[in-house]
């Protein structure tokens, strides 16, 4: 199986570790809150301390990772695309407001992404669109 980074592990992003982790995957979530680490652990990942606005604290928990799952608004969102092509990882998951530039940096720089479009109000639909995209990005 794979090893999936999950920038921005909140509520929807814990409901989606724990079904990548159920299908076997080695999940790594990201949070920039010490106290959010417990939750993020209980879902079966590996919980990181890590600020998606500081791409020094994120590009370290990238070692191993075949997807990175970007689940946070903002950031340096393009740095971040244009830093993976030289890395391991195959696949770039987004939720986000930019998704223009997330197809951008797919199209300049040959890399796979899926984009989440599922409301996330509705948690289900939600989170089996974001491990359907995961799991394409990975052959599956």
Not at 50 to 57: I, V
Not at 58 to 78: H, K, T, Y
Not at 106 to 119: A, C, L, N
Request: proline share 6%; glycine share 10%.
């Amino acid at each position: 199986m794979a090893r999936v980074l999950i920038v921005g592990c909140g509520c929807r992003g814990r409901e989606l570790a724990a079904e990548l982790t159920a299908a076997g995957h080695a999940v790594r979530g990201t949070t920039r809150r010490e106290k959010a680490l417990e939750a993020i652990s209980a879902t079966g990942a590996e919980a990181v301390l890590a600020d998606p606005a500081r791409l020094a604290t994120i590009l370290p928990r990238i070692e191993g990772v075949s997807v990175v799952c970007w689940l946070v608004r903002g950031g340096p969102l393009e740095t971040l695309l244009e830093r993976l092509v030289d890395t391991p990882v195959r696949g770039f998951v987004y939720e986000g407001d930019r998704p223009d530039v997330v197809r951008a940096a797919s199209d300049r720089w040959q890399i796979p992404v899926e984009v989440i479009d599922e409301d996330p109000v509705d948690h289900p639909a939600w989170r089996a669109a974001a491990a359907g995209a995961v799991s394409r990005l990975l052959g599956g």
